[in-house]
């Protein structure tokens, strides 16, 4: 097969190498037939080839689908891409029949409908591969509902939280993805075959009928806008990249954790990695790797927006370089959705340091504050009262629970013997608003999170 008629020469060999996307788009050989027989079937259907011949197509072209997949279909590299490997080959086996086929459509609209099917899988996956994190976030929060960690501002320990607080703040962050994904499906579920190079068909297809047969909501309304739009690449790009980014924080808060300075938690050895030299490192490889693949993905995001800012309509050949960023991006998000997912089954809570990591640097101290408020005096006086006594404490070298009252009391006579009662377990237990860390509403939020995981998501 040739596409060469217009030009007196063939083809120069550097041309030709460098505009080849097979070994790139040949992963979209399923996509590509499951349109063409879905094409096929509406043009015998519409009467524009006969049903005889639509058969023998759809035929041929299940055939060749599984000579791929059983590794014995013949690729070659001369003619382009995926698309017109599969032509060729089905015009080779069934002569002119096959050759009608593309009756009706380019490859303009027919690359963008590929693209279409393979991303709504890639959502679909995705929502999935989410959704398995968050159920081992909730696991791991259910194995641990008692445990008080310190909560940090500025990388500084702050107040005292609930360990399962803390998993679930994450499991928020992923349940914002999910919505995401919802939402780029939504745009993605746009059938856009039958807008032919450009400007549509002159033949009496039933573009409908193809959405339907290809599981497609609703059909592009413009078919210049239907060949160049690849918005709903950036939709998922840009949707990977915040997974992505919520999964690096939660990296770096595991490759934290699991320093001895920290000593928060300890990795399986089955997801921890050694050193070429020192016998005694456990490393956390893969949340290490997961923040640096973070900045892959966002790369790919720059390098789709880059590409399609300044193009004009239509169809431009740039759009072949909207491929191999999409698909890095799946095929590192899935993959990084699914070895955390796993890590986190594995992840080891030492509640004897968060405990003792809660009670140094006085994280009680707003809660002593909140003990001056509830004396009648104003919070910001409150806040300069326990400053000071804080500025004291650290003097001394005693923490508040060691402290005498009548040092207390050097700072306001209204301190009394219950401020002694002051712990850590009242401290979470009274943050019992809405959201908050207690463990009633940490037992809400975690009966919530349930019911969001077995609802329909896309």
Excluded at 28 to 44: P, Q
Excluded at 159 to 166: E, G, K, S
Excluded at 286 to 291: P, Q
Aim: net charge negative; with cysteine; charged share 25%.
């Amino acid at each position: 097969m040739t596409l060469r008629s217009r030009f007196n020469k063939a083809m120069d060999r550097l041309v030709r190498d460098y505009t080849v996307s097979l070994p790139c788009d040949r992963r979209l050989y399923k996509y590509d037939i499951a349109g063409s027989i879905a094409h096929a079937r509406m043009l015998g259907r519409q009467g524009i080839i006969s049903t005889e011949e639509a058969e023998q197509i759809i035929e041929a072209l299940l055939s060749i689908q599984q000579e791929i997949e059983n590794g014995e279909f013949d690729f070659n590299d001369d003619l382009e891409d995926i698309h017109m490997n599969i032509e060729a080959c089905l015009t080779e086996r069934l002569g002119e029949t096959g050759a009608k086929l593309h009756t009706a459509r380019s490859r303009n609209d027919q690359v963008a409908l590929d693209l279409r099917l393979f991303t709504k899988d890639a959502i679909y996956n995705t929502i999935a591969a989410i959704k398995g994190l968050q159920h081992a976030l909730l696991e791991l929060a259910e194995a641990n509902k008692s445990v008080v960690m310190p909560g940090y501002t500025h990388l500084q320990k702050a107040q005292p939280i609930l360990f399962a607080h803390h998993c679930l703040a994450y499991f928020e962050m992923f349940q914002r993805d999910l919505e995401r994904f919802g939402e780029a499906l939504e745009r993605t579920d746009v059938l856009p075959l039958g807008s032919g190079a450009l400007a549509g068909v002159p033949y009496p297809i039933d573009r409908e009928f193809v959405a339907r047969e290809l599981n497609f909501s609703r059909i592009s309304g413009n078919s210049l806008d239907a060949v160049s739009d690849r918005d709903f690449v950036l939709d998922y790009l840009s949707a990977a990249s915040l997974a992505m980014m919520h999964i690096s924080r939660l990296a770096e808060e595991i490759v934290l954790w699991t320093t001895a300075e920290f000593d928060f938690v300890e990795l399986d050895d089955s997801f921890a990695t050694g050193s070429s030299i020192m016998p005694q490192k456990k490393n956390p490889d893969v949340a290490e790797l997961a923040r640096a693949r973070t900045g892959r993905t966002y790369g790919h995001l720059m390098a789709a927006l880059t590409m399609l800012k300044a193009l004009p309509l239509s169809y431009n050949r740039d759009l072949q370089e909207d491929k191999e960023g999409l698909f890095d991006t799946v095929d590192t998000l899935l993959a990084t959705l699914e070895v955390f997912a796993a890590m986190l089954s594995g992840l080891r809570i030492k509640e004897d340091n968060t405990r003792r990591a809660a009670e140094e640097n006085y994280t009680l101290a707003t809660d002593v504050a909140d003990y001056l408020v509830g004396k009648g005096i104003p919070f910001r006086q409150a806040h300069s009262i326990v400053g000071s006594l804080v500025r004291y404490a650290i003097g001394i070298g005693q923490s508040l629970r060691n402290i005498e009252l009548s040092d207390y009391r050097r700072f306001s006579p209204v301190f009394d013997n219950d401020v002694k009662a002051i712990t850590l377990e009242t401290s979470v237990e009274t943050r019992s608003s809405h959201g908050g860390t207690s463990p009633q509403q940490v037992e809400r939020a975690l009966a919530a999170a349930r019911q969001k995981l077995d609802e329909k998501q896309g």
